[in-house]
């Protein structure tokens, strides 16, 4: 996402940004974006890696909420072009050294679904020497991070942790939003009523005016139950039964 469509979120990329020239510049840092589903955690750091690419290498390590396939270190080998060595060890040293190659700002995203073996590279990789040419950026689902709890204890004790936790969009960025997806400013009335249904959820927003007509005055008459619209992606599982029209199309984002 380029970060001209990234609404109300310009101090937020600007954190990403200073922590990324602070890499260039020999000293290492993290940054842990958490939030709810939906509120733009990936898109932020989307948006950050468009104004740093060609800066700095950007390296993604994606998590995913696998079961029965999950194998250890599968995110980290995902994103290693070459083999990682099976011992454990060794793969820490190779990941390290893929890292020291150029300044890098190292994405991890999902964090909260990483499994333990991905979780202690990580955590090799955060303790190493502070003057390093990188930043690692990790994204971090809130309320999903029970089983991380206790590794991130630990990670923000470790010198050049920050933490940075997104909040909704107030209705000033709503509208930003709205007007970047219909290429026009919408009424104002448009704009509250979508803020009041979305919460300032950018990825509720998004769905509610999917095929919605610039020039309404509002949404079109409530396509769920009034309990609905505030409810983030990952809230789903507590809804009320009657929502389950509006929750079969929340996919996660
Ligand atoms: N600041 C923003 N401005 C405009 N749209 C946004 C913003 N943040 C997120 N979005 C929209 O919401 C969707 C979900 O965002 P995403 O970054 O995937 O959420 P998360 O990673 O927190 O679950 C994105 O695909 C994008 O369309
Ligand atoms: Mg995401």
Same mark, same amino acid.
């Given at each position: ?33 958490? =939030? ?12 950050a890696e ?18 029965a396939?999950?194998?250890p270190?599968?995110?980290v080998?995902s ?13 820490m040293?190779?990941v390290d ?8 700002l ?8 990483a ?8 955590m090799?990789?955060l303790?190493?020497?502070p003057?390093?040419?990188l ?6 689902r ?7 709890? @206790?590794w991130?204890a ?5 010198? =050049?942790?920050? @933490?940075?936790?997104?909040?909704r969009?107030?209705?000033?960025a709503?509208? @930003? ?9 919408p ?5 509250d009523?979508?803020?009041?249904r ?5 990825y509720?927003?998004?769905?509610l005016?999917r ?8 949404l079109?008459a409530?396509?769920f ?26 996919q996660?984002?």
């Amino acid at each position: 996402m380029a970060p001209s469509d990234l609404a109300g979120r310009a101090a937020e990329v600007g954190v990403l940004v200073a922590m990324a020239e602070d890499a260039l510049r020999g000293r290492t840092g993290a940054l842990f974006v958490s =939030g709810e589903a939906g509120i733009g955690k990936t898109a932020l750091v989307r948006g950050a890696e468009h104004l740093l690419a060609d800066k700095i290498t950007v390296r993604w390590i994606r998590c995913l909420p696998l079961t029965a396939l999950a194998t250890p270190l599968l995110p980290v080998r995902s994103a290693l072009s070459a083999p990682l060595p099976e011992n454990g060890f060794a793969a820490m040293r190779a990941v390290d050294d893929w890292l020291a190659q150029r300044p890098t700002l190292l994405v991890v995203d999902d964090l909260q679904w990483a499994d333990p073996a991905t979780l202690d590279v990580l955590m090799y990789v955060l303790a190493g020497e502070p003057d390093r040419r990188l930043a690692v950026a990790a994204t971090i689902r809130s309320g999903e991070e029970t089983t991380l709890a @206790e590794w991130l204890a630990e990670a923000r004790r470790l010198p =050049g942790v920050a @933490e940075l936790t997104l909040q909704r969009l107030d209705r000033m960025a709503t509208a @930003e939003q709205l007007t970047a997806a219909f290429g026009r400013i919408p009424r104002d009335s448009l704009i509250d009523d979508v803020h009041a249904r979305s919460g300032g959820n950018p990825y509720l927003t998004s769905l509610l005016v999917r095929g919605v007509d610039p020039d309404a005055a509002v949404l079109p008459a409530p396509m769920f139950p009034g309990a609905c619209p505030n409810l983030a992606p990952y809230q789903v599982a507590a809804a009320p039964a009657g929502c389950a029209v509006f929750l079969s199309w929340v996919q996660f984002a």
